[in-house]
């Protein structure tokens, strides 16, 4: 069946319909003589699974998704294409995996939404692309082994420019580097997966990039700050500034830019330099050791994100933004998508959440009742086949969509105990969001690659600056005033080259 990934944009975010993908893994030596269910629970990761490992995998082995084959590379021993008939379903989840052998995998891929904003291209020559990457959008795909997802911005961009392809050049670009996804602004990517790997090795020697951040941090800032802490990840998977063998060098030069007028006078914008790679998460991690989180940041502001107040205005930037994830439209665009015949299917729990979801079923957000619930849909949809059940089911999904509204826009009479479903879980507040982000942005790249600066900056200030500095100022005018904005790269890289 051909794989259909069409994006469906509704609500301001951007859904891939969930398609199936094929691929081959091998089974790692160490794995070898582990129960089958052992060496897909570790080396095959699915996303959002509803269940547990076992009772997801002994239905997709039932449904013939999962087959296996043994001895392959000395009956392959120059590689290449394994035959199809050399897989077979393996005996059971507890049998053991035996040497040599491949898993052959069909997929059903449901990608998490994401902001549905496109990336802008600021700057483009033979080699190298800079583009404008929107918040909410992750810079590459975190999908697992050899899916190339979709709803990433170096696969937006691909498939954009293969739509408009001018002829030419237009080569895969490949992501030199990364930003955060809530982050917004310039990114680097290059034409082909080699010249991207000889940018990176080349802006990772000193004195070859530096890179400028805006950010809304809560409380004052009145003079320049340098943070020179090294960091690690913790298991938390947060960066901290506490020290380990693995923490690596970071440097970060925070600069006050303008204070807010009221009602968010307590916060300061900043501008931040890097003058080499960023470690993961630095200027998040570092602006909060010194006492000066950025203000919507919940990962790194634990105070920022339990803030509540009765102005709206300052609720709106302090969440971040973001969108109810699966918030169906009056037409019910998305219910009509995710259950459309050759994408629904049936022996999926996450394809029967996400029909529950856009359905505004409730259950479906329950962690408790989720895996059930979405079993009942794929039950109901399996039957009743996609479209007609969609008929069938329109009247109680727009009645949904409508209470769904009424506790969105904070009118509590869709849901005052005298409910018609009666689960108290799954409130507005608890369901998952997406296309957040935080007021942080890349404002300038500055690198030297292959005898060449290159200067790029964003195309406009983010709205968290002009809220500082009014509708006239501009990002020429913001970053040219920046105490380190005369520097040359070159010369800067020859100086610490003596
Ligand atoms: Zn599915």
Redesign the pocket.
Known sequence: MPAPRDYVVVNGLRYVQ?YFHTFDIRVSDKRVGSSVLAALDEQVRFQGRVGDGREHWARELASGRVRLASDVRRRLPTGGEIPEEWFAAPVSLDAPVPPDSFFRVVR???EPCVGCEVPRVLLEDSKLVFVDKPAGVPTLAGCGPKLQGENNATRLLNRTRAENATGADDGELFAVNRIDKPVSGVWILAKGSRLAARCRAALAKPGHETKTYLARVRGAVVGPIRIDAPLSVGADGRATTSGGADAKPAVTLVHPVARYPPPWDDCTLVACRLERSGRFHQIRCHLASVGVPIANDATYNESGAEESTNDSSTRAIDDGGGTEVYADDDDGTLLASITEPG???AT?????W?AAAAAGDRRAFDPRLRAACAAEWCDRVGRDGGTEWERAQDVKRRGNVKRRRRERDGDGSGDDGSGDDGFGDGSAAERPRAGTSIDLHSAEYRIWFDGAEYKVRSEALPAFAIRALGADATIDGVVDALPWAGEGLEAAGRARRK
Do not use: T
């Open positions: 969930p059903h891929v449901h994408v629904f299917a999926c729990l996450e394809c029967g996400a």
